[in-house]
């Protein structure tokens, strides 16, 4: 039995558990808080910050796991470095961690490999901010080097949002690192999320792409498949295999872009499951969750296989629930009384304003709006 430590115990982590007890593996799930979703459905579990070097390394220490999966952007990643070289397995791999949980070291990356980007400056205060601005010009987006899902995030029109644009992004930063990238606004035609699988002695695999919609930087819904010219996907997948390649290791990559008329342009990446990608679990015959597991377990994959067309959508709180407030979802009787529709919940026990609760799962956008109006969450 392969014994897995996972950094990071949310909604994707959840899923990543599930798939690991299919292939018989132990899961030691690991966050800074008690009860975390993926931590209900593991064999054991720690709470600990894992930002904290030595905590990160005493954990290792005492668990002795035959692999490490980063699931969240908050790691001391530079001790994922040091762990490598003492010998542990970090899934995708040390590198791939350390470069893509900082959107700076990422993105320097990715200009270093020649794939081009948005362009881009940082800030480590309120004066560099609006110097980075001055270059930038507007609009521009202004968000935290290292948090996740959007947050943090402000799109800025002219100088009257620069403070409250600081002020959010370090209020939503994760970590300790107190800047913040400045980045060109691109007028793209959508976004596409294109799910690589990096194998030890096969070729790297490519997930049907990924369409999907933000709202102030998160993701509220995505779809499978997304339709793309083919030179534009062909073009996609080169930049995704130049880029994973670099980063190495095995497992699934989240690769973000903005899709333009002509062009592609590379966004983010993430070294794990990505959030828009959860729509895989209604539509292929393997989920990105199952993939990461084989692809780091060094299991055979033999094909991904559309299946079926899918569509997902969020569950959150609304405005009026408070912090930390004991929550219920109601409405999921008639939700799942349509058809072609499935929820999945993911068991946080408190909601605040904009909190990712769970997701609707669907054969189509209408369904799966249609289901969402049902479902309400409610203090307890």
């Given at each position: ?342 929820i999945r919940i993911f068991g946080k026990h408190k909601a605040w304003p904009g ?26």
């Amino acid at each position: 039995m392969k014994k897995i430590l996972l950094l990071g115990s949310g909604e994707l982590g959840r899923e990543l558990v599930i798939s690991a007890h299919r292939l018989g593996c132990q899961i030691i799930a690991c966050d800074s808080y008690a009860e975390a979703p993926a931590m209900q459905l593991a064999h054991s579990c720690m709470v600990f910050d894992m930002l904290d070097r030595e905590k990160l390394r005493n954990a290792v220490e005492k668990v002795q796991p035959d692999f490490i999966v980063p699931e969240i952007e908050a790691i001391r990643t530079e001790e994922l470095l040091n762990l490598e070289g003492k010998g542990y397995n970090v899934v995708p791999s040390a590198k791939a961690v350390n470069l893509t949980m900082n959107r700076d070291a990422i993105r320097d990356r990715a200009r270093y490999l020649g794939v081009k980007t948005a362009n881009y400056k940082y800030a480590e205060n309120i004066e560099e901010l609006r110097e980075a601005i001055r270059d930038i010009g507007f609009p521009c987006i202004v968000k935290p080097v290292m948090s996740s899902s959007g947050k943090g995030q402000t799109l800025i029109k002219n100088e009257t949002y620069i403070e409250v644009a600081w002020e959010m992004a370090r209020k939503n930063m994760r970590g300790d690192r107190n800047k913040v990238i400045v980045e060109e606004f691109i007028n793209f035609s959508f976004e596409m999320t294109l799910l690589t699988v990096r194998q030890k002695d096969a070729e790297t695999l490519f997930c049907p792409p990924i369409g999907h919609k933000q709202l102030n930087g998160d993701y509220v819904e995505s779809w499978q498949p997304l339709t793309v010219d083919p030179e534009l996907l062909k073009n996609a997948e080169k930049i995704s295999k130049l880029v994973t390649d670099d980063l190495g290791g095995y497992g699934i990559f989240g690769v973000e872009f903005f899709v333009l008329e002509n062009e592609i342009i590379f966004s983010e990446l993430s070294p794990r499951p990505h959030d828009t990608g959860m729509v895989t679990m209604f539509t292929q015959n393997l989920n990105e969750f199952d993939l990461h597991l084989r692809a780091l377990l060094k299991l055979p994959i033999p094909n991904i296989l559309l299946l079926r067309k899918g569509h997902s959508t969020v569950i959150k709180a609304g405005d009026e629930i408070s912090r930390n407030t004991n929550y219920e979802i109601v409405g999921l009787q008639k939700a799942l009384r349509l058809n072609n529709v499935d929820i999945r919940i993911f068991g946080k026990h408190k909601a605040w304003p904009g909190r990712r609760l769970g997701v609707i799962l669907s054969s189509d956008r209408e369904n799966g709006l249609a289901a969402k109006k049902f479902i309400s969450i409610v203090k307890k």
